[in-house]
Nanobody
Framework: QVQLVESGGGLVQAGGSLRLSCAVS?????????KAWYRQAPGKQRELVAA???????NYADSVKGRFTISRNLAKNTIYLQMNSLRPDDTAVYYCYTKNSRDDWGQGTQVTVSS
């Protein structure tokens, strides 16, 4: 049963913007204590990009502060990642994540930033 489905990745030039979306099953969306975006670049470990807690508190990796924004739409059970001023080193597969009694991951969406 697929509970997290990402969309919105693609190819963009440096300086451009993309918005990622993650549709979450309703039960999981409202029970998860943390919802987040991670990314994994080739040859590197998966890293936290941004997270939002149930009360709306957000936190970001230093490398994306001021450029990326995580948000949620309660009516649509969806998490977003708005990415502005993209750089080539933002190129990675981006994963949606929720934390509940277990960890759940989406299938990932590729973001490629060309210089």
């Amino acid at each position: 049963q697929v509970q997290l489905v990402e969309s919105g990745g693609g190819l963009v030039q440096a300086g451009g913007s993309l918005r990622l979306s993650c549709a979450v099953s309703r039960t999981l969306f409202f029970s998860a204590s943390v919802k987040a975006w991670y990314r994994q670049a080739p040859g590197k470990q998966r890293e936290l990009v941004a997270a939002i807690t149930r009360d709306g508190t957000t936190n970001y990796a230093d490398s994306v502060k001021g450029r990326f924004t995580i948000s949620r739409n309660l009516a649509k059970n969806t998490i977003y990642l708005q990415m502005n001023s993209l750089r080539p080193d933002d190129t990675a597969v981006y994963y949606c994540y929720t934390k509940n009694s277990r960890d759940d991951w989406g299938q990932g969406t590729q973001v490629t930033v060309s210089s």
